[in-house]
């Protein structure tokens, strides 16, 4: 008897703290065991994650088990400290490069603000620390082991141009990663074959984008014949404008050649907003500063893994700055230095002394993180950064597939019997996309 089941335990209607769970008679997977982001969805504690993850491995108990990750953003992986120890964890292996170079990071800013602390120094770059600290008063404050259980995680790395990747099977059932583009690095959708069934999860995705280009392409050669559609639906309820991020770097090129003195607002694992930021700043002739060491760590992965496959794209060769290093240079010449919201501390001792009319702030981030207060209160750095600048500019694109790109991958899988969406804000629906009238029928919510 076919009994291939599937829930949806988090994700129907919020953004984020995704986890899906497909079973068969003996095997079973959760795609992405996520935390549920600051003011999205019901605000839980580490105990109560942890007792939800502990309930969801308690019941409906299968002889092969495992977790397979689309990629590294916290409201996908965040919980996966909480999964039992005899159950294989998979994600792609640029993505736990980068989970690896995380923790490391965190470890090394605890040791910092541990070793200040016992000297009684002020550091003034610790809002990071702070954040560490923070994180480290949680239910599972040992970030070594949490290192050591990432370490752990099995991978799966992405085949050559024009080669199929190879599925992984738990069980009976088997799972094949497909390469796609969002807002993090090496990130992939998932064909889950179960029962006979199969079953496409888009994970989180874009189009319009460097890598976005190879959207679809792989759902018209490999999402076919497909059962069910499990689809991200994050912007279903928003009108953004989605401008292309080669877009995002013309736009940031004019900014920094109209400003001398340049801070750049971006995530450090976004390499194709990397890419972005690294080409404007060679357009407008200025070199490209950062400071903390967590970005260095992913650009040296991007640029290891990436630089020759992507062309010289994606090979980053940034100059690092300590904050005891003096910045003669960086002054008469101009600079474009890229931040994360934590740095606000060594931005301010960089632009000492320079006219704040020559400075500007390109804000490259999701305007939400200031602009809805339960953000701001969850975490006010990204606000309090901006605060901080007199010109700013925002210059983004989402991470996110817009309507009509949503509505075109729909179109094109053309599941023969459901359509999921998941990753999306309470009173959106796929219903209401540009999609045939037999499709919108198929759409379970
Ligand atoms: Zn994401």
């Not at 990750?69 to 998979?90: A, K």
């Not at 620390?129 to 239910?139: L, N």
């Not at 501390?345 to 390109?362: A, N, R, W």
């Amino acid at each position: 008897m076919k009994t291939m089941d599937i829930r949806i335990h988090r994700g129907l209607e919020q953004i984020g703290g995704c986890i899906t769970e497909i079973s068969t008679a003996t095997s079973r997977i959760f795609i992405d065991m996520g935390q549920n982001l600051p003011g999205v969805g019901e605000v839980t504690t580490a105990d109560q994650d942890w007792q939800m993850v502990e309930d969801l491995f308690s019941q409906n108990r299968k002889e092969h088990e495992a977790v397979f990750y689309t990629h590294t953003h916290e409201d996908h992986i965040g919980l996966f400290r909480y999964v039992p120890d005899d159950v294989p964890q998979y994600i792609g292996e640029g993505a736990k490069e980068v989970m690896v170079a995380k923790y490391e990071s965190i470890i090394e800013a605890i040791l910092k603000v541990n070793k200040a602390n016992r000297f009684k120094l002020k550091t003034d770059d610790c809002n990071e620390q702070k954040v560490s600290m923070e994180q480290a008063e949680t239910r599972a404050p040992n970030h070594n082991a949490m290192l050591e259980r990432i370490k752990s995680f099995k991978t799966w790395g992405r085949p050559k141009p024009h080669s199929a990747p190879r599925p992984i099977e738990e069980g009976d059932i088997r799972v094949t990663p497909f390469f796609c583009s969002h807002s993090a690095y090496d990130c992939y959708m998932l064909l889950i074959e179960a029962d006979g069934k199969r079953i496409w999860h888009t994970g989180d995705f874009r189009e319009h984008s460097y890598l976005g280009k190879g959207l679809m392409p792989t759902i018209k050669h490999y999402a076919t014949d497909i059962d069910v559609l499990i689809t991200e639906g994050t912007m279903l309820g928003r009108t953004d404008q989605c401008i292309h991020e080669r877009e995002v770097s013309r736009k940031m090129a004019l900014a920094m050649e109209a400003f001398k003195f340049v801070v750049v607002l971006a995530s450090s694992t976004d390499i194709e907003r990397l890419a972005s930021i690294k080409q404007a700043a060679r357009l407008a002739k200025k070199d490209y500063y950062i400071s903390n060491r967590f970005i260095k760590k992913t650009m040296s992965i991007f640029t290891r893994r990436e630089a020759s496959v992507s062309k010289g794209l994606f090979d980053f060769h940034p100059k690092f700055m300590r904050p005891s290093d003096g910045n003669a240079t960086m002054r008469n010449r101009g600079f474009v230095f890229i931040a994360s919201a934590s740095q606000l501390g060594f931005v301010k001792q960089l632009l000492e002394g320079l006219d704040p009319t020559e400075v500007l702030l390109i804000y490259s981030a999701w305007d939400g993180y200031y602009k809805a207060p339960e953000q701001v209160k969850a975490n006010p750095f990204y606000k309090q950064f901006r605060d901080a600048f007199n010109n700013v500019v925002d210059i983004h694109t989402s991470g996110h597939a817009d309507r009509a790109t949503i509505a075109k991958v729909i179109t094109a899988i053309n599941p023969k019997e459901s359509i999921i969406g998941i990753h999306k804000d309470p009173g959106t629906t796929l219903k209401s996309l540009d999609i045939p009238e037999v499709l919108k029928v198929k759409v379970k919510e």
